[in-house]
């Protein structure tokens, strides 16, 4: 089946720092979606991506899809100490409901 | 805070155990998932579905069954639990992607 390779596994970084991590797949996408799961919650969706090439902000946050459509972007600018978490990105072949495909995720430390 | 909302939040069952975890959704999303997240794994779509009285297979759905009688309720039944299905359960509903997550279920199976 379709796998995503979500890079890198984790990231301890100096506050402040500004953070890239990335999701690759074998396969193409029609969307893209990225999320952010805190200990013991559950994922919150942080940015949707629908176009190929289309780059989009929420905040600090900038994702950006492929224009491949076989990737994804995601950097986090000024990292702050509530950064910390899992992202994980995930790709959608098809029309709506159909399942989507998650990375690994992308384990982000903070440090103050 | 509303939106989704798991129950149980914690589980123990002994191999062969029958439960079901129940998901509540008041945002009057058509599109409901049931998940599992295993250590080091991404999530797994267990079943989904686009509207009241359908489901649909996702990617690991042997072992389980779903039922959605009502639009905001999702149901994710385990017949007979097994090891292999310890792990935490999440539901989701959405517009078409997962747009919101419950707090997820913590299910052992001993």
């Known amino acids: 089946g379709q796998q995503l390779n979500q890079s890198p596994q984790s990231m301890f970084i100096q506050e402040g720092e500004d953070v890239s991590m990335n999701c690759t797949s074998s396969?193409?996408?029609?969307?893209w979606l990225w999320y952010k799961q805190d200990p013991g919650e559950g994922p919150v969706l942080l940015i949707a991506?629908?176009?190929?090439?289309e780059l989009t902000s929420n905040g600090r946050l900038t994702a950006q899809f492929g224009i491949t459509r076989k990737d994804s972007f995601l950097n986090i600018s000024a990292s702050i100490p509530s950064d910390v978490g899992i992202y994980f990105c995930?790709?959608?072949?098809?029309?709506?409901?159909?399942?989507?495909?998650f990375g690994g995720g992308t384990r982000l430390m903070v440090k103050p | 805070n509303a939106g989704v909302t798991q129950t149980p939040k914690f589980r123990v069952l002994k191999t062969g155990q029958s439960m079901t975890l129940l998901c509540a959704q008041d945002?009057?999303?058509?599109?409901m998932y049931w998940y599992r997240q295993d250590p080091g794994m991404g999530l797994r779509l267990i079943h989904y579905?686009?509207?009241?009285?359908?489901?649909a297979k996702g990617e690991v759905p042997d072992g389980y069954n779903v039922s959605r009688l009502k639009k905001q309720n999702f149901l994710l039944g385990l017949e007979s639990a097994a090891p292999s299905q310890t792990s935490v359960y999440f539901c989701?509903?959405?517009?078409?992607?997962?747009?919101?997550f419950g707090d997820g279920t913590r299910l052992s199976i001993l």
């Open positions: 989701a509903s959405g517009y078409g992607q997962p747009q919101h």
């Open positions: 396969s193409i996408f029609n969307t």
């Open positions: 991506l629908y176009k190929a090439g």
């Open positions: 995930a790709g959608q072949l098809g029309n709506a409901g159909n399942m989507l495909t």
């Open positions: 945002m009057n999303h058509e599109y």
């Open positions: 579905s686009v509207g009241e009285g359908t489901t």
